[in-house]
């Protein structure tokens, strides 16, 4: 062997030890970009100023100091939520444009709406919960009842004779309503509204009898409405002293919250990464003191587990629908 060329084994060795060591270290050539680099576009599919508004910008602004760029949120209103989150659905799967959803937007939008511009089935995927809305169950302080159960047994004693009242034909509150009377074997008329405070308006004068809504709460609190359920599978720490349905009828699951969904197709390890900062953010005693006050409770699911909520509100929705017209308007 010559000199020259064992000089030139001996560097060929040491460069691949100092590569290996370099790999094993971290600092083998150009670092991988990190997750993320730039700011983040987080679509609102309302208003602003609303509870989903709300609730996406602390989200926001606690992602923006955990993860070290802007979270930006952008509220794109229109069609039942259809224009934002059609702006979701197509947006490159990067993680840079993400949608705060709802029950309404990936559920109850695809049985209402006709010629939906996205299917949330297959244009999104699941990244995590914000939390469990509640929504309560409320009736007028008039009827001789005081809890769920003996409701039932009086609108089943009077068939077709009682009222429900919503915010029109494809809100949450017909939908759940229609849930409740197929769990329960009740059978009442729905008379739509267009929207809550005219529907509470006429449940408060005694024209309808029952209403699910949030604003059943504020009603309650004030003594005009007596509450016989919160609609959501748990409890809340607000109102403890009332049961959950599920407690009641375990077959009636709604978890009715907020969640964030990205572009189908996104990769692994940026859902996980962004499902952990939900945790981070909703499960722990600064975020469940904030969700009190927006009515929630934590949700801390993982993107297994929240796909799985979306496919079975999905399917809830659309048993309904093959049985009800809720194809009239949508909220």
Do not use: C
Request: proline share 7%; hydrophobic share 45%; charged share 20%.
């Amino acid at each position: 062997m010559t000199l020259g060329s064992k000089w030139k084994r001996m560097a060929m060795r040491s460069l691949i030890i100092a590569a290996a060591a370099a790999i094993v270290t971290g600092f083998a050539g150009p670092a991988m970009a990190e997750y993320p680099e730039k700011p983040v576009r987080l679509i609102v599919p309302f208003t602003a100023g609303g509870v989903s508004d709300q609730v996406a910008r602390y989200f926001a602004d606690r992602a923006s100091q955990i993860l070290g760029q802007p979270f930006v949120v952008e509220n794109r209103a229109g069609a039942g939520g259809a224009i934002g989150a059609e702006l979701v659905a197509k947006a490159p799967p990067d993680g840079y444009t993400l949608l705060e959803a709802t029950a309404g937007v990936v559920a109850i939008l695809p049985h209402v709406q006709k010629d939906l511009p996205y299917k949330p089935l297959e244009d999104f995927v699941a990244i995590g919960s914000f939390y469990a809305g509640n929504i309560y169950i409320g009736i007028n302080k008039d009827l001789p009842v005081k809890n769920l159960q003996e409701f039932v047994a009086y609108a089943k004693a009077r068939p077709g004779k009682l009222n429900f009242a919503s915010a029109g034909v494809g809100s949450i509150g017909h939908i759940l309503a229609e849930m409740l009377m197929s769990e329960t074997g009740v059978q009442m008329a729905h008379i739509p509204y267009k929207g809550s405070a005219q529907a509470m308006t006429d449940m408060l004068a005694g024209r309808v009898q029952l209403m699910i809504d949030p604003i059943v709460l504020q009603q309650a609190e004030g003594g005009k409405v007596r509450l016989l359920a919160n609609a959501n599978t748990q409890r809340w720490g607000g109102q403890p002293d009332i049961p959950s349905m599920s407690e009641v009828y375990p077959n009636y699951r709604w978890a009715s919250g907020l969640g964030i969904v990205g572009p189908a197709k996104m990769p692994k390890d940026i859902v996980e990464k962004l499902n952990a900062t939900v945790k981070k953010i909703f499960d722990t005693d600064e975020g469940r003191a904030y969700l009190v006050t927006v009515a929630g409770v934590p949700q801390p699911i993982s993107p297994e587990q929240y796909g799985q909520e979306i496919r079975d509100w999905y399917k809830r929705v659309g048993d309904i629908a093959a049985r009800v017209d809720i194809k009239s308007g949508a909220n």
